[in-house]
């Protein structure tokens, strides 16, 4: 049997696989529909939300390219579909293959539903909206496999978070940030996300926090009345019921960011096995100090000693076992 011939074999009868394009397919389908049903909302544009499909569609097939093994867009997508893409966002259909996207899937339709409920900005009504979507994303199951499976969580992010600064002498309060934990399948994966995010994505200060506190070094230190609440998505293997709950604080977020006010407050340490950058809170505090001009002039700079520059090396190394174009440069890619 030839290697393409194993490759295509492999492809067919490994049940992740087919789980990941299935779940790639409700992904890029649901975004799409949900786009389209608030294009006549005065506060998404055309120009914007073509701009979200775009960077969606890009960060959907880059992952997928450097699956092992590597999945093309014809392999998930219908002929229909593809032919649509290629008339109108081509660019995508030439550059996943060798520019980096900035963020996550999850991410980005994230902060289409935080730009398109910027008024309704209670907890509760972006959760909701997200419910809605999870449910929609909804993935039957396989083999012998149950009935329903809440998408693998291949595309979808299990934590979100969401922050603000609120100081009650002023009586001044900032609006709410929300940022979603890496979501994607594979060590490789979540690597270059978390790398790409701390060279290029989040907020420096941020990025030097997550960098230093997996170090063991100088912590980021917030000013005072820094609020967070994380909520975990919550589902059932037998039934298409999703929830979310909030949850305390991992000692990861403890580690990154020592003087937030968590609520739920944290419970008793536990070991956590993800790494430093993982989380949901590194999104949303970046998102609240890009923001917040006079908040983020109030946090120092940590010290950083060049380890930025590590997380570059080691995301260029992980990218050369995959099927990622490097150039003598790492690009990434723009969807304006």
């Given at each position: 049997?030839?290697n393409?011939?194993?490759?295509?074999?492999?492809?067919?009868?490994?049940?992740?696989?087919?789980?990941?394009?299935?779940?790639a397919?409700?992904?890029?389908?649901?975004?799409?529909?949900?786009?389209?049903?608030?294009?006549e909302?005065?506060?998404?544009?055309?120009e914007?939300?073509?701009?979200?499909?775009?960077?969606?569609?890009?960060?959907?097939?880059?992952?997928?390219?450097?699956?092992?093994?590597?999945?093309?867009?014809?392999?998930?997508?219908s002929?229909?579909?593809?032919?649509?893409?290629?008339?109108?966002?081509?660019?995508?259909?030439?550059?996943?293959?060798?520019?980096?996207?900035?963020?996550?899937?999850y991410?980005?339709?994230?902060?289409?539903?935080?730009?398109?409920?910027?008024?309704?900005?209670?907890?509760?009504?972006?959760?909701?909206?997200?419910?809605?979507?999870?449910?929609?994303?909804?993935?039957?199951?396989?083999?012998n496999?149950?009935?329903?499976?809440?998408?693998?969580?291949?595309?979808?992010?299990?934590?979100?978070?969401?922050?603000?600064?609120?100081?009650?002498?002023?009586?001044?309060?900032?609006?709410?940030?929300?940022?979603?934990?890496?979501a994607?399948?594979?060590?490789?994966?979540?690597?270059?996300?978390?790398?790409?995010?701390?060279?290029?994505?989040?907020?420096?200060?941020?990025?030097?926090?997550?960098?230093?506190?997996?170090?063991?070094?100088?912590?980021?230190?917030?000013?005072?009345?820094?609020?967070?609440?994380?909520y975990?998505?919550?589902?059932?293997?037998?039934?298409?019921?999703?929830?979310?709950?909030?949850?305390?604080?991992?000692?990861?977020?403890?580690?990154?960011f020592p003087?937030?006010?968590?609520?739920?407050?944290a419970?008793?340490?536990?070991?956590?096995?993800?790494?430093?950058?993982?989380?949901?809170?590194?999104?949303s505090?970046?998102?609240?100090?890009?923001?917040?001009?006079?908040?983020?002039?109030?946090?120092?700079?940590?010290?950083?000693?060049?380890?930025?520059?590590?997380?570059?090396?080691?995301?260029?190394?992980?990218?050369?076992?995959?099927?990622?174009?490097?150039r003598s440069n790492?690009?990434y890619?723009?969807?304006?």
């Amino acid at each position: 049997m030839s290697n393409n011939n194993k490759i295509e074999y492999v492809k067919i009868h490994n049940i992740m696989v087919q789980r990941l394009i299935k779940s790639a397919l409700q992904f890029v389908s649901v975004t799409l529909e949900f786009v389209k049903s608030h294009q006549e909302n005065v506060k998404l544009k055309k120009e914007d939300a073509q701009l979200y499909i775009k960077e969606m569609l890009h960060s959907v097939l880059f992952l997928l390219y450097i699956n092992k093994p590597s999945i093309e867009p014809q392999e998930f997508m219908s002929q229909r579909m593809l032919e649509s893409f290629r008339r109108n966002y081509s660019d995508v259909l030439e550059k996943y293959k060798t520019h980096l996207p900035l963020r996550p899937p999850y991410s980005i339709l994230l902060d289409l539903v935080v730009k398109i409920m910027e008024h309704d900005q209670e907890d509760e009504m972006i959760l909701d909206c997200l419910w809605d979507l999870n449910e929609k994303m909804l993935i039957s199951g396989m083999g012998n496999e149950e009935q329903m499976s809440a998408n693998d969580f291949a595309f979808s992010s299990r934590v979100v978070s969401c922050c603000y600064f609120s100081e009650k002498s002023t009586d001044f309060k900032t609006r709410k940030y929300f940022g979603a934990s890496v979501a994607c399948k594979g060590k490789i994966q979540r690597e270059v996300f978390i790398d790409v995010a701390c060279v290029k994505t989040w907020h420096p200060k941020v990025a030097i926090g997550v960098v230093n506190a997996s170090t063991g070094n100088e912590t980021l230190q917030l000013p005072e009345y820094v609020y967070s609440t994380a909520y975990r998505m919550k589902s059932s293997n037998t039934t298409s019921c999703i929830c979310y709950k909030a949850m305390p604080p991992c000692p990861r977020c403890l580690d990154i960011f020592p003087n937030i006010i968590f609520s739920p407050e944290a419970l008793e340490v536990y070991n956590a096995k993800w790494e430093h950058g993982n989380c949901a809170e590194c999104e949303s505090v970046s998102n609240l100090l890009k923001a917040e001009r006079d908040l983020e002039e109030a946090v120092a700079m940590p010290l950083s000693n060049n380890r930025i520059n590590r997380r570059q090396q080691r995301l260029i190394e992980n990218l050369r076992n995959t099927r990622f174009l490097l150039r003598s440069n790492l690009i990434y890619y723009d969807s304006a």
